[in-house]
């Protein structure tokens, strides 16, 4: 045991707590690594992103059927990013977000399961010249950091866990952040009456037929079908729980975006 150690004592009690706390951090990493029943966040649903050719049809699709400079822009404005802060983004994907803030901000954490969106997102960023992003693969459950965060942005990402495991990622999410500090949380999230679910999951799936083509039709019927996407009033009490205070920004039948605190 670290504190056992005759040398303990003299060491300044600040330092004393850093040591123990990264100590008790590592044994909880090398605990989680050698856990059967840990939930492992790379395995996927549906598309393989995993496989370079489906990330990069993924980036050409986001750019064509969304506007991505713009929706950066907006989360950049609603959370207040500013030149001092830091921030993690969990969910990366191609680093479209990633890129814009780290424009605004002193650094940007930015994580993702998968190694082929890393590796993408990372060269995207290198080729336009931005130093101040680190890439990393992890997840909710697996990312590590040292030291604490201005803000951690998470955009349809949190509806790859089961409940269980999401109360453990919000948990993990409110440590991570400073006092002060901003979770933005938007996502897929079902506040319809579920007596209605055959007709507005329908209504929805066809919405998106027609709006941005069968493929994105495809994935919405997978993402029912197979994700774990959760009830507003779970959702909402798992945010209460974990200790932030948040707004409801936007809410419909099947997105809703959270804007949290940590007080």
């Given at each position: 045991?670290?504190?056992?150690?005759?040398?303990?004592?003299?060491?300044?009690?600040?330092?004393?707590?850093?040591?123990?706390?990264?100590?008790?951090?590592?044994?909880?990493?090398?605990?989680?690594?050698?856990?059967?029943?840990?939930?492992?966040?790379?395995?996927?649903?549906?598309?393989?992103?995993?496989?370079?050719?489906?990330?990069?049809?993924?980036?050409?699709?986001?750019?064509?059927?969304?506007?991505?400079?713009?929706?950066?822009?907006?989360?950049?404005?609603?959370?207040?990013?500013?030149?001092?802060h830091s921030l993690l983004e969990?969910?990366?994907?191609?680093?479209?977000?990633?890129?814009?803030?780290?424009?605004?901000?002193?650094?940007?954490?930015?994580?993702?399961?998968?190694?082929?969106?890393?590796?993408?997102a990372k060269q995207k960023a290198?080729?336009?010249?931005?130093?101040?992003?680190?890439?990393?693969?992890?997840?909710?459950?697996?990312?590590?950091?040292?030291?604490?965060?201005?803000?951690?942005?998470?955009?349809?990402?949190?509806?790859?866990?089961?409940?269980?495991?999401?109360?453990?990622?919000?948990?993990?999410?409110?440590?991570?952040?400073?006092?002060?500090?901003?979770?933005?949380?938007?996502?897929?999230?079902?506040?319809?009456?579920?007596?209605?679910?055959?007709?507005?999951?329908?209504?929805?799936?066809?919405?998106?037929?027609?709006?941005?083509?069968?493929?994105?039709?495809?994935?919405?019927?997978?993402?029912?079908?197979?994700?774990?996407?959760?009830?507003?009033?779970?959702?909402?009490?798992?945010?209460?729980?974990?200790?932030?205070?948040?707004?409801?920004?936007?809410?419909?039948?099947?997105?809703?975006?959270?804007?949290?605190?940590?007080?």
């Amino acid at each position: 045991m670290i504190k056992d150690n005759p040398n303990w004592k003299s060491i300044d009690g600040k330092q004393r707590e850093k040591i123990y706390q990264k100590a008790k951090t590592l044994k909880e990493a090398i605990m989680k690594s050698n856990t059967k029943w840990f939930y492992d966040e790379t395995v996927q649903v549906g598309t393989d992103y995993q496989d370079i050719s489906n990330v990069q049809a993924y980036d050409m699709q986001m750019e064509k059927f969304r506007d991505v400079k713009k929706e950066a822009t907006d989360i950049i404005e609603s959370i207040c990013l500013g030149e001092k802060h830091s921030l993690l983004e969990i969910g990366t994907g191609t680093g479209n977000f990633a890129i814009e803030a780290a424009k605004h901000c002193n650094k940007v954490y930015a994580i993702d399961v998968s190694s082929a969106m890393i590796a993408y997102a990372k060269q995207k960023a290198q080729k336009m010249g931005m130093s101040n992003i680190s890439f990393c693969q992890a997840g909710f459950l697996s990312y590590e950091h040292n030291g604490d965060l201005d803000m951690i942005v998470s955009n349809l990402a949190l509806h790859h866990l089961p409940d269980f495991w999401k109360m453990i990622a919000l948990k993990k999410i409110y440590k991570l952040l400073k006092n002060g500090g901003t979770f933005y949380l938007d996502d897929v999230v079902f506040s319809f009456p579920v007596e209605e679910y055959d007709y507005k999951i329908d209504n929805w799936i066809d919405a998106i037929k027609e709006k941005a083509g069968i493929n994105f039709a495809e994935e919405a019927q997978m993402h029912i079908k197979e994700e774990y996407s959760t009830f507003d009033w779970i959702i909402e009490e798992m945010l209460h729980k974990s200790g932030f205070e948040f707004e409801i920004r936007h809410k419909d039948d099947f997105f809703a975006l959270y804007y949290c605190k940590k007080n």
